[in-house]
């Protein structure tokens, strides 16, 4: 006969029946809790070439006479992103969108410089303080 559980300590009760144990090493190996299935789109992000062509896929649904609403879920994303992809990519040429591209990569390898000087920086003054 099981002793009932509200007369068990709370600790006690815990080991018994595992709860609010924390496990010795948390697993990372999503694998187990999110099976991947090819059609789930979430894991995968829209090129921005895509974006700008889905864009002008819904302008064309629109002047059709749908609803935003209904545009935006044929192309298969909710009005959040929808929108927010607007903001950033909306009236964008093929050109402006490469030259947008190149402007990005060169700004990180700029910021990725200017890390790697300021590092060089920090270590020749701790160099120099004698704090080595």
Not at 6 to 13: Q, R
Not at 51 to 57: D, S
Request: glycine share 6%; hydrophobic share 35%.
């Amino acid at each position: 006969m099981h002793p009932d559980p509200s007369f068990l300590s709370p600790l006690l009760h815990r080991k018994v029946y595992g709860f609010g144990v924390p496990p010795l090493k948390w697993s990372t190996n999503w694998d187990n809790i999110i099976p991947f299935q090819e059609d789930q789109r979430w894991l995968e992000r829209d090129k921005p070439e895509e974006i700008v062509l889905k864009l002008r896929q819904v302008e064309v649904l629109q002047g059709q006479g749908s609803s935003i609403a209904d545009a935006v879920r044929q192309i298969g994303v909710t009005q959040q992103t929808y929108y927010r992809w607007r903001k950033e990519y909306d009236g964008m040429s093929r050109d402006q969108l490469k030259r947008l591209k190149e402007l990005e990569t060169e700004n990180t390898r700029l910021r990725r410089a200017v890390s790697d000087l300021t590092l060089d920086k920090m270590i020749l003054a701790e160099a120099a303080r004698g704090n080595f």
